[in-house]
């Protein structure tokens, strides 16, 4: 069974970081694209960063130079590393995964299994 858990969420003051992780389970990572979402209220869910089975990495414009997508193979998880944030990442972040992603990696839809989402705000 996949299993998709987030952590590393919270208060941030804006300018500072945070370390986002994404644990799984049911599945390996050499086999499988895990991208990072984010929904702020009354927003639609954006697509922060991706890292498809290849190791090949995506970025939304929002965020791109700020944010790092790293996995970790041995524990099976990914790591988004957030620096410089700013009050509008404030949202709730969500991981998940799919074994046959397409050429967009941010299309929602292409996903099969996601996370309970980790909470980010950024204020001061």
């Known amino acids: 069974q996949v299993q998709l858990v987030e952590s590393g969420g919270g208060l941030v003051q804006p300018g500072g970081s945070l370390r986002l992780s994404c644990a799984g389970s049911?599945?390996?990572?050499?086999?499988?694209?895990v991208g990072w979402f984010r929904q702020a209220p009354g927003e639609a869910l954006e697509g922060v960063s991706c890292?498809?089975?290849?190791?090949?990495?995506y970025y939304g414009d929002s965020v791109r130079g700020r944010v790092c997508i790293t996995r970790d193979k041995v524990k099976n998880e990914v790591h988004l590393q957030m620096t410089k944030l700013r009050p509008e990442d404030t949202a709730v972040y969500y991981c998940?995964?799919?074994?046959?992603?397409?050429?967009?990696?941010?299309?929602?839809?292409?996903?099969?299994?996601w996370g309970q989402g980790t909470q980010v705000t950024v204020s001061s």
């Open positions: 998940a995964n799919t074994d046959n992603l397409g050429s967009t990696w941010h299309d929602i839809y292409d996903y099969d299994y």
């Open positions: 049911g599945f390996i990572l050499d086999e499988i694209s």
């Open positions: 890292v498809r089975e290849d190791g090949s990495t």
